[in-house]
C-alpha cells in the first residue's frame, strides 16, 4: 500500500525556518517524480515544488524561488522541503504527493498525496 | 504563466447531473486531471488524462477535454459528492491547478 507521511510542520515566526519531510513507502521511490503542493486555510490547492526522479532537476513556483528547497534522499524514501525567510502568506497545509511513473515514462497526474502538514508562520 | 479558470461554485439536486469545467488557452492539447477534496481531508484523484478513471472511482464520474475547455461530469449525483473540485494540468515542468469549484448537492 502507497504511503506518504509528512511531518514537520508547526508554528514559526516571519523570517524563520522549516524543514518539512514526508515518509514514502509501498513503492519503488526512486522511480517516481515527486511534488509539495500548499493550502492555505479556507484557499485552493498551489503547486509548490516538483523533484524529478533523482534529484537531478527541481521545479519551484515563482513565490517561493530562493527561499525554500526540495530535496529527496531515496536511500532512506525520504522527501523534504526546506523553508527559509517564511512569510504569513506561506502559512498553509503543505502536502506532498507523488507523479505517476511507468516504465520510464511519467504521466502528468498526482496519484497518491500525503494527510498534509500544517505550518502557519505568525509572531 | 498558465492559468486554469473554474467557476467557484456549481448547485445540483441529489440524482441530477453535475458538470464541472475548467478552461485554459488550448487546454485540449494538454492532459488534465480531476481531485475532488473534502473538508479536512486531502485530495483524492478522480480522473486522469482526461478521461480515465482510478481503481475505486465510481462510474458516475467521467471527465472530457477538447478546445479550450475540461468537463468533469458527475451522473446521478450523490449527497456523499459534496465537496471541492479542482483541475490540474501540467506548463512545462510545473503543475498548475484550478481554483477549485465547490459542488453542493441540495
Known amino acids: 500500500e502507497v504511503q506518504l507521511v509528512e511531518s514537520g510542520g508547526g508554528l514559526v515566526q516571519p523570517g524563520g525556518s522549516l524543514r518539512l519531510s514526508c515518509a514514502a513507502s509501498?513503492?519503488?521511490?526512486?522511480?517516481?517524480?515527486m511534488s509539495w503542493v500548499r493550502q492555505a486555510p479556507g484557499k485552493g490547492l498551489e503547486w509548490v515544488a516538483n523533484?524529478?526522479?533523482?534529484?537531478?532537476?527541481?521545479y519551484y513556483v515563482d513565490s517561493v524561488k530562493g527561499r525554500f528547497s526540495i530535496s529527496r534522499d531515496n536511500a532512506k524514501n525520504s522527501l523534504h522541503l526546506q523553508m527559509n525567510s517564511l512569510r504569513a502568506e506561506d502559512t498553509a497545509v503543505y502536502y506532498c504527493?507523488?507523479?505517476?511513473?511507468?516504465?520510464?515514462?511519467?504521466?502528468?497526474?498526482?496519484?497518491?498525496w500525503g494527510q498534509g502538514t500544517l505550518v502557519t508562520v505568525s509572531s | 504563466s498558465y492559468e486554469l479558470t473554474q467557476s467557484p461554485s456549481v448547485s445540483v439536486s441529489p440524482g441530477q447531473t453535475a458538470s464541472v469545467t475548467c478552461s485554459g488557452d488550448?487546454?485540449?492539447?494538454?492532459?488534465v486531471c480531476w481531485y475532488q477534496q473534502k473538508p479536512g481531508q486531502s485530495p483524492v484523484l478522480l480522473i486522469y488524462?482526461?478521461?480515465k478513471r482510478p481503481a475505486g472511482i465510481p462510474e458516475r464520474f467521467s471527465g472530457s477535454n477538447s478546445g479550450n475547455t475540461a468537463t468533469l461530469t458527475i451522473s446521478g449525483t450523490q449527497v456523499m459528492d459534496e465537496a471541492d473540485y479542482y483541475c490540474?494540468?501540467?506548463?512545462?515542468?510545473?503543475?498548475?491547478f484550478g481554483g477549485g469549484t465547490r459542488l453542493t448537492v441540495l
Open positions: 504527493a507523488r507523479r505517476y511513473c511507468s516504465g520510464g515514462t511519467c504521466y502528468p497526474h498526482l496519484d497518491y
Open positions: 509501498g513503492f519503488t521511490f526512486s522511480s517516481h517524480w
Open positions: 488524462q482526461d478521461t
Open positions: 490540474q494540468a501540467w506548463d512545462g515542468n510545473t503543475v498548475v
Open positions: 488550448e487546454l485540449g492539447d494538454n492532459y
Open positions: 523533484i524529478k526522479e533523482h534529484g537531478t532537476e527541481k
